[in-house]
């Protein structure tokens, strides 16, 4: 035991002096360093769709309680017992798949812990005790609660759950918009080691960035949702109007669809224009993660923003560039991005930059792909206006299939956009001050970090395939019918009848 | 503002000793989890037992609404302990690193188990999610609990014998607070044998703290005087106490004493460990409360924030648990 502890207290002083003991990567086959790049990507990867449905459907259920609480229109009932459901689940997996990526910080990125703890560790903490607590608890109240609390109490919990979620994205925003962009801290040597140090608490937690990935976060979120309640109930209205089979809880369903389509007609288009305004901020802020979205190599003026772009070989693919790209760019298109609109700004290049450059074509790729997914929802949303306007949302079964078949782009455009996000910053996990590869735990060996991710990969493949598997049945079942919720109704007006078709 | 901000960064507000509150905050919150979640992971085990439908649905309606919010005291202990002593954060987490893998994939089992339990009917898909919920929620508790044995003696191995009887203590520990709180939430769906089984966890409980303190004995510096220090003592007291109230409070009915004396023990156990670390915050490396917590400006920030937290946090608790209080009725299905 005392040998170990010394052994122990050698690495750890060898670690603090900035030393990579040579046990780590010498005699790994894998590098743990990846390793614990990819398990961090996987698990944020598909945690994020979770916190992005129950932040999407929070204002949501907030509306469609109001609605069933002060009475009249059974639907809101329906749609509000519909969607908790699916919250409920989402929210449960939201949890234990969120839990991971807190641990995740100390457990593969000890040293990124160690350096940044001092600051990062405090929004988390604060999120944990302001959000998480407040969204987990009125939860219960919110989803088992509707018959044992009064209609107020009720309406109250919807809305601290609807709250908590979309606080909770505040203070993980904060702590990672300021990995974005630090500012308010110093650098100090600390056992051989930097640290970093608060000194202005306002400029380190309230930085521009976050303000502008704030509002590109909870938009995103509930535009997504949106377009997964316009393609879920497209698929039932087009089965019943267009194919002909009569469906049962109909109403509910155009309903629904109507709600989804003037969510998505008001998130839509601000998506797209304070998208915009967020790429400047980038642009100012990172320029290497810029130039990465926009593939450009060597500083340059004028340069074209390519909204498609085709690669006519492989290696266009794997290695973007872009001047040398084949596709329909808006001269000098990039360039007005940078600049605020002047097509003739120059862009900085990558090879400007002392460090490496991050992998640029997942970036320019996603970004792409992210933006002209951002456009068609636009489109969508007017789509779905104007044959509301005419009077034939019901009957347009092409626009049905749109909706469909773009059911579930919103989260993979939200995906994307975190890819660009992150992917884009690298080599850097703290912008400038600290890189990825060195964040990583100190002690941790390839063996164990490839047998968690392997593990991960098997877990989060069956956490998925679980996940889709109850909502699908959820979706299946529908609502309970408006004859059901009246027959409830009536037997807790008169508990001492036994109703007869329970 | 730049002044409010220098003086935040002079020195602790009014002058508290916020280092070792901090200290005491992350073990209370460690208890505080160990305690509530502890109930929902025991309701797990004793799920184990059951065979009939009802009882099994009954012990599923007894936590529904509560396990959530239990469990985020696990994320808040560690975001407190990352924020007040990110290193020690970094290290134990680090070193402990398979370790702390298992208790995720415990807590993910066990969190979504009662979920897939009640989506299907059929006989086999219930089997086979019950037995996810009763493995995952006595793994977590026993591989916190070795999590909790491994940190207190300084334990750069994650299997160890400390570790395992830890692990065995508050496994049982939580077995002890899930008798009682499933008597309360549900004594008529449930047998009499909940009773006989929560009496049997607070023996082994019991045997099993003696057993930790034995393998620790030679592991603390201060070896055997510091186990018979007189705070360790009074607490080892007090949980015999405690473990025999009871057991006299449950077969007598009085469920709600028999989980206060629950509540007792796992503050008591918490307490055990926070008192023979201190002021050591992490043994292994013999980093010391002082040395490993954050800089003055941070940490007065931190005691701000979660003095105006954490009261209202208990307002949340309060709510939850006075919305849902009394047994569960015969129509609250899961």
Redesign the interface.
Request: contains cysteine; glycine residues 12%; aromatic residues 12%.
């Given at each position: 035991?005392d040998e170990?502890?010394a052994?122990?207290?050698e690495e750890?002083a060898a670690s603090r002096a900035g030393v990579n003991f040579p046990t780590r990567t010498h005699h790994d086959m894998i590098d743990p360093v990846l390793a614990s790049r990819f398990q961090f990507a996987l698990t944020t990867i598909v945690h994020i769709i979770f916190p992005v449905m129950s932040m999407g459907l929070a204002p949501f259920l907030i509306y469609f309680t109001w609605k069933d609480v002060r009475g009249g229109d059974p639907v809101y009932e329906q749609l509000r017992r519909f969607w908790t459901k699916i919250f409920a689940?989402s929210?449960?997996?939201g949890?234990?798949?969120?839990?991971?990526l807190?641990?995740e910080?100390?457990?593969?990125?000890?040293?990124f812990?160690?350096t940044?703890?001092?600051?990062?560790?405090?929004p988390?903490?604060?999120?944990?005790?302001?959000a998480?607590?407040?969204e987990?608890?009125?939860?219960?109240?919110f989803?088992?609660?509707r018959?044992?609390?009064s209609d107020r109490?009720y309406l109250v919990s919807s809305l601290?759950v609807g709250v908590g979620t979309w606080l909770s994205a505040v203070w993980i925003l904060i702590a990672n918009s300021w990995m974005q962009m630090p500012r308010g801290y110093e650098l100090v040597t600390e056992n051989g080691q930097e640290v970093v140090?608060?000194?202005?608490?306002?400029a380190a937690y309230l930085t521009p960035r976050f303000g502008y990935m704030y509002v590109h976060m909870q938009n995103a979120a509930v535009e997504s949702v949106a377009l997964f309640m316009a393609g879920v109930s497209a698929y039932f209205v087009y089965r019943h109007h267009v194919w002909g089979h009569q469906t049962e809880n109909i109403a509910f369903w155009q309903k629904t669809l109507k709600i989804a389509l003037v969510a998505l007609l008001i998130t839509a288009p601000l998506q797209v224009l304070q998208g915009d305004l967020y790429a400047r901020h980038v642009y100012e802020t990172q320029p290497q993660k810029f130039a990465a979205m926009e593939a450009v190599w060597d500083t340059e003026a004028y340069v074209p923003e390519y909204i498609f772009a085709i690669p006519t070989d492989l290696s266009q693919f794997t290695d973007p560039r872009a001047k040398e790209l084949f596709g329909l760019g808006i001269p000098g298109g990039a360039s007005w991005l940078a600049s605020g609109g002047d097509a003739t700004a120059e862009i900085r290049g990558l090879n400007t930059f002392e460090t490496e450059a991050p992998p640029v074509a997942v970036v320019f790729w996603s970004f792409r792909a992210m933006v002209g997914m951002g456009f068609w929802f636009i489109l969508l949303a007017f789509w779905g206006g104007y044959r509301w306007y005419t009077g034939e949302l019901f009957e347009d079964g092409l626009l049905h299939k749109a909706l469909m078949a773009s059911s579930l782009l919103g989260i993979v455009a939200v995906e994307l956009g975190w890819v660009v996000t992150e992917v884009g910053r690298q080599p850097w996990v703290i912008q400038g001050v600290l890189k990825t590869s060195e964040g990583v735990?100190?002690?941790?060996t390839g063996t164990?970090a490839m047998?968690?991710l392997a593990?991960f990969v098997g877990?989060y493949a069956g956490?998925l395939a679980?996940y889709t598997?109850?909502v699908a049945?959820v979706i299946r079942g529908g609502p309970p019918s408006v004859r059901e919720l009246r027959s409830a109704a009536e037997r807790d007006a008169a508990p001492g009848e036994v109703p007869g078709d329970d | 503002m730049t002044s409010a901000v220098d003086a935040l960064a002079a020195g602790p507000v009014l002058g508290l000793p916020l280092p070792e509150l901090w200290f005491a905050l992350v073990f209370a919150i460690l208890g505080t989890f160990l305690f509530l979640d502890g109930f929902d992971f025991g309701a797990g085990a004793i799920f184990a037992t059951l065979r009939e439908d009802e009882a099994r649905e009954a012990v599923l309606s007894a936590i529904g609404p509560f396990w959530d919010g239990n469990e985020v005291w696990l994320v808040v202990f560690g975001g407190a302990l990352f924020a007040a002593f990110p290193s020690v954060y970094a290290g134990l987490f680090s070193r402990h690193y398979l370790l702390m893998f298992g208790i995720l994939g415990a807590l993910i089992l066990r969190g979504l188990a009662p979920e897939m339990y009640e989506q299907r009917h059929d006989a086999r898909w219930q089997r086979w999610w019950g037995r996810s919920f009763v493995a995952g929620s006595v793994l977590a508790p026993f591989l916190l609990g070795a999590f909790a044995g491994n940190w207190l003696a300084g334990s750069p191995r994650s299997l160890t014998l400390v570790g395992v009887v830890t692990g065995i203590a508050v496994t049982a520990l939580t077995v002890v607070s899930g008798a009682a709180f499933l008597r309360l939430k549900a004594r008529d769906a449930l047998p009499e044998t909940v009773t006989e089984i929560g009496v049997g966890a607070v023996a082994a409980y019991l045997f099993a703290v003696v057993a930790t303190l034995g393998a620790l004995a030679t592991r603390l510096p201060a070896g055997v005087d510091a186990l018979l220090s007189p705070p360790v003592l009074a607490l080892v007291a007090a949980s015999v106490g405690l473990g025999v109230g009871y057991g006299v409070a449950l077969r007598r009915g009085a469920d709600l004493a028999a989980l206060a004396a629950a509540a007792g023990l796992t503050y008591g156990l918490t307490a055990v460990v926070a008192v023979l670390m201190y002021p050591r915050i992490d043994p292994a490396t013999g980093a010391t409360v002082g040395e490993a917590v954050v800089s003055t400006l941070p940490l007065n920030l931190m005691s701000i924030g979660a003095a105006l937290l954490l009261p209202l946090v208990v307002v949340y608790f309060a709510v939850l648990y006075s919305a849902f209080s009394g047994p569960i009725t015969a129509e609250e299905a899961y």
């Open positions: 035991m170990e502890c052994v122990l207290r750890t689940v929210f449960v997996v949890t234990v798949t969120g839990i991971v807190e641990f910080f100390g457990t593969n990125f000890a040293a812990s160690t940044a703890g001092e600051l990062f560790g405090g988390l903490a604060v999120e944990g005790m302001m998480f607590m407040l987990a608890t009125f939860l219960g109240v989803v088992f609660g018959e044992r609390v109490l601290a140090h608060l000194v202005d608490p306002l735990s100190p002690g941790l164990e047998v968690t593990g877990v956490i679980l598997y109850v049945r | -």
